[in-house]
């Protein structure tokens, strides 16, 4: 994989992931609220949780709301407008853990100056599977490593659980 200098690779959710995880909760809030008027006293509840899904869902569209920019010197992560810059140098390895909702990718972050690793998980995979993601960060990983010259290179890996 060889890049431009200034070649900056931007990874955006899939849109029809999004449109579509939010027909499915605008259809179902749309029965909570029929069911609601036609007297289930609680259904009103799930009704606004599933609309409040669906908007959620569509917010992941609008640009910059959530993306990935890797570029040869780190990466930036955008969820819900706010935007994390991580130099390639301050991260682990990149490892897909099984969670309560499915497969995710985390890695450990060591800012200048903490005393440790933080744990960050990526909850979006734009979407490539969880194991592809955490390949293609690690590739983008190890070039960065690779043309590193002279500098010696904080590595830090990952324990396994």
Request: with cysteine; glycine share 8%; proline share 6%.
């Amino acid at each position: 994989m060889t890049e431009n200098p200034e070649t900056t690779n931007v990874l955006r959710p899939s849109p029809f992931r999004c449109v579509g995880l939010s027909m499915a909760c605008g259809v179902m809030a749309v029965i909570c609220f029929q069911l609601w008027f036609k007297g289930t006293d609680n259904a009103w509840i799930a009704g606004g949780f599933l609309a409040a899904g669906a908007i959620f869902f569509l917010v992941h569209l609008v640009p910059n709301a959530y993306a990935l920019w890797l570029d040869r010197k780190g990466f930036s992560v955008s969820e819900m407008f706010t935007v994390k810059r991580f130099p390639w140098p301050e991260v682990s390895e990149f490892t897909v853990r099984r969670g309560f909702l499915g497969h995710y990718v985390e890695f450990h972050h060591v800012a200048p100056g903490a005393e440790g690793p933080n744990r960050v998980v990526l909850n979006e995979t734009y979407g490539y599977k969880p194991v592809e993601m955490a390949r293609m960060l690690n590739d983008y990983r190890k070039q960065s490593a690779a043309r590193a010259t002279g500098e010696r290179q904080k590595v830090w890996r990952t324990r396994d659980c």
